[in-house]
T-cell receptor, first 118, second 107 residues
Framework: GAGVSQSPRYKVAKRGQDVALRCDPI?????LFWYQQALGQGPEFLTY????????KSGLPSDRFFAERPEGSVSTLKIQRTQQEDSAVYLC????????????????FGPGTRLTVT | TQLLEQSPQFLSIQEGENLTVYCNSS?????LQWYRQEPGEGPVLLVT?????EVKKLKRLTFQFGDARKDSSLHITAAQPGDTGLYLC???????FGQGTELSVKP
């Protein structure tokens, strides 16, 4: 079966431009997560959806970051007026999250979008 | 705030050697996961440990969850160049990741 896919894989933006990053989760997965990963570091949580509801956006670094999942499947992370410090890999993950067992919370990651702001 | 500390941060070894990576926290986790990430790819789930004291084996990889569910370790026996990558431990619902261990296995 298809895994999590993300597009584009690479994005170069000039400072001040808006960007939109897309995530297609595994079909049937209820939960969707966005993470930001700096070079050589572990991913850091940005935001979390359960179906179409954004339940936690505590990790979004500023109000320039916005995420949506309007129909409970595909999600888009939008960054407005990009800054150089936004350069990172943006990872999307999905999990089944049903059944209440620890394994149902396991997250499966896409390949990421590498954003470079020049 | 829950934090996960991994050590060592970097590890460079010869093919055939054994190694252990540690993941420690002052907080209790209901489960911990280990991921492996290669350059240009997302993390790939290796294992989930749930029960304190649990030991899981995946071929040459052995994962252990501490009795108090605050720490975990990953032991690789007879490392191979194909084991090269970034190893990450993670826990919690909105995963909290350690900073990772960059493993390089030289032939």
């Amino acid at each position: 079966g298809a895994g999590v896919s993300q597009s584009p894989r690479y994005k170069v933006a000039k400072r001040g431009q808006d960007v939109a990053l897309r995530c297609d989760p595994i079909s049937g997965h209820v939960s969707l997560f966005w993470y930001q990963q700096a070079l050589g570091q572990g991913p850091e949580f940005l935001t979390y959806f359960q179906n179409e509801a954004q339940l936690d956006k505590s990790g979004l670094p500023s109000d320039r970051f916005f995420a949506e999942r309007p129909e409970g499947s595909v999600s888009t992370l939008k960054i407005q007026r990009t800054q150089q410090e936004d350069s990172a890999v943006y990872l999307c993950a999905s999990s089944l999250e049903s059944g209440g067992t620890p394994r149902s919370y396991e997250q499966y990651f896409g390949p990421g979008t590498r954003l470079t702001v020049t | 705030t829950q934090l996960l500390e991994q050590s060592p941060q970097f590890l460079s070894i010869q093919e055939g050697e054994n190694l252990t990576v540690y993941c420690n926290s002052s907080s209790v986790f209901s489960s911990l996961q280990w991921y492996r990430q290669e350059p240009g790819e997302g993390p790939v789930l290796l294992v989930t440990v749930v029960t304190g004291g649990e030991v899981k084996k995946l071929k040459r990889l052995t994962f252990q969850f501490g009795d108090a569910r605050k720490d975990s370790s990953l032991h690789i026996t007879a490392a191979q160049p194909g084991d090269t990558g970034l190893y990450l431990c993670a826990g919690g619902g909105k995963l909290i990741f350690g900073q990772g261990t960059e493993l390089s296995v030289k032939p």
